[in-house]
């Protein structure tokens, strides 16, 4: 899902009208590209098999584990499964955990991908009971896979230096500083944050 191309440079171009950085970041690098998901149980599967991996990696331990299983890897499926067989595609005994844990949930219908509150903070907390899940990952989730508009993922040191890029800073930003920067971004914090990752990797900087 995430949020459409249209709906992204609309957001900003409202926060260049705002933001004089914005607008010279934007004049320099032009827009991002989208970042979308499919939302729902594999996309958060896929978040903990990748966690502390390489791309290739999680992607090599994803398609042993969808010919196990089966594609996108059902949870009444994945809970089947003993040790050893989730070993052998590459699930440390931590991540076999994470993976249970969210099939438990999901099964039982405590977490409700398909009607998650409305509410950032709530359906964070949601996402979060997961284990392996952090406020990061539920942030990114909602972000990427949900298209929430508003969702300013703070602790994420690029985002954090992607605003010190854009607002001249002497220093990266804290958590707690770029917090309170981004009140007068919203409803289009989501926007924001990706368009500080997108001149991260771009190597912005500006002058």
């Known amino acids: 899902?995430?949020?459409?191309?249209?709906?992204?440079?609309?957001?900003?171009?409202?926060?260049?009208?705002?933001?004089?950085?914005?607008?010279?970041?934007?004049?320099?690098?032009?827009?991002?590209?989208?970042?979308?998901?499919?939302?729902?149980?594999?996309?958060?599967?896929?978040?903990?098999?990748?966690?502390?991996?390489s791309v290739a990696a999680a992607a090599s331990v994803w398609n042993k584990l969808e010919a196990l299983i089966g594609p996108e890897c059902p949870p009444d499926k994945l809970l089947a499964q003993d040790f050893d067989g989730l070993r052998a595609c590459g699930l440390s005994r931590q991540k076999q955990g994470y993976a249970r844990s969210l099939a438990e949930l999901?099964?039982?219908?405590?977490?409700?991908?398909?009607?998650?509150?409305?509410?950032?903070?709530?359906?964070?907390?949601?996402?979060?009971?997961?284990?392996?899940?952090?406020?990061?990952?539920?942030?990114?989730?909602?972000?990427?896979?949900?298209?929430r508009t508003d969702i300013w993922p703070a602790g994420d040191l690029a985002v954090q230096e992607g605003v010190g890029r854009l607002l001249k800073l002497d220093a990266r930003p804290s958590e707690k500083d770029i917090?309170?920067?981004?009140?007068?971004?919203?409803?289009?914090?989501?926007?924001?944050a990706i368009f500080t990752w997108h001149i991260y990797a771009k190597g912005f900087q500006a002058i």
């Open 1 to 53: 899902m995430g949020i459409p191309a249209a709906q992204l440079h609309a957001a900003l171009d409202a926060l260049a009208a705002l933001e004089p950085g914005i607008a010279q970041a934007l004049a320099v690098t032009g827009y991002p590209d989208e970042r979308i998901r499919e939302p729902g149980y594999a996309t958060l599967l896929r978040t903990i098999v990748g966690q502390q991996v």
């Open 106 to 147: 999901v099964l039982s219908g405590e977490l409700p991908l398909d009607a998650l509150p409305a509410d950032d903070e709530e359906a964070i907390a949601y996402l979060t009971r997961v284990k392996g899940i952090g406020r990061w990952s539920a942030e990114i989730y909602l972000l990427f896979a949900e298209g």
């Open 179 to 192: 917090r309170v920067i981004a009140e007068r971004w919203r409803p289009h914090r989501g926007a924001a």
